[in-house]
T-cell receptor, first 113, second 115 residues
Framework: DADVTQTPRNRITKTGKRIMLECSQTKGHDRMYWYRQDPGLGLRLIYYSFDVKDINKGEISDGYSVSRQAQAKFSLSLESAIPNQTALYFC????????????FGQGTRLTVV | AQSVTQLGSHVSVSEGALVLLRCNYSSSVPPYLFWYVQYPNQGLQLLLKYTSAATLVKGINGFEAEFKKSETSFHLTKPSAHMSDAAEYFCAVSPMNTGFQKLVFGTGTRLLVSP
């Protein structure tokens, strides 16, 4: 089984709809992240969480919200999806400490029409 | 603030040729540096990382990178490309002076390997 699992893997939704992307990890790490990948832009941080009670905005949080339901679960919501939120979304997790490796899920490809 | 610049959105090599993917960083404090690889329809996987222990870092699949402070570079190399190396490669930076692992990624370089 993968260390970081994202569901769904692919989703097409309509403008204005609410959608949730889910992420769970089995690494036992406290820190979890949501990134968005767009062609030519690399990965940009949407939200990150130190632990269940600590959630922080990243560089592009507008239009998104998150919920950390448990140490192992971190979900990303689009309250009212818009076409420019069409992208590949990645969840990741790291252990505490400096210079540690990030473990990524396989991504969710979201298309907003 | 830190940032990463990857020169060349696409790099094409022949199988067996040298692979060189360029990464330059900007950081106000000593950084950790990483190279990740993304194969089609997959997430990112760590290739190697620099954490100040040694300037020449060896990673998986025959890749290595050299940290050059004077040039603010961390270029990725492999002596002989293989078809299976075709993927997208991301350089990333994280500052050493914080406990929080907040990675800043470059825009990626797609490596194309021809027979």
């Amino acid at each position: 089984d993968a260390d970081v699992t994202q569901t769904p893997r692919n989703r097409i939704t309509k403008t204005g709809k609410r959608i949730m992307l889910e992420c769970s990890q089995t690494k036992g790490h406290d820190r979890m992240y949501w990134y968005r990948q767009d062609p030519g832009l690399g990965l940009r941080l949407i939200y990150y969480s130190f632990d269940v009670k600590d959630i922080n905005k990243g560089e592009i949080s507008d239009g998104y919200s998150v919920s950390r339901q448990a140490q192992a679960k971190f979900s990303l919501s689009l309250e009212s999806a818009i076409p420019n939120q069409t992208a590949l979304y990645f969840c990741a997790t790291t252990a505490g400490g400096k210079g540690t490796e990030a473990f990524f899920g396989q991504g969710t490809r979201l298309t907003v029409v | 603030a830190q940032s990463v610049t990857q020169l060349g959105s696409h790099v094409s090599v022949s199988e067996g040729a040298l692979v060189l993917l360029r990464c330059n960083y900007s950081s106000s404090v000593p950084p950790y540096l990483f190279w990740y690889v993304q194969y089609p329809n997959q997430g990112l996987q760590l290739l190697l990382k620099y954490t100040s222990a040694a300037t020449l870092v060896k990673g998986i699949n025959g890749f290595e990178a050299e940290f050059k402070k004077s040039e603010t570079s961390f270029h990725l190399t492999k002596p002989s490309a293989h078809m299976s190396d075709a993927a997208e490669y991301f350089c990333a930076v994280s500052p050493m002076n914080t406990g929080f692992q907040k990675l800043v990624f470059g825009t990626g370089t797609r490596l194309l390997v021809s027979p």
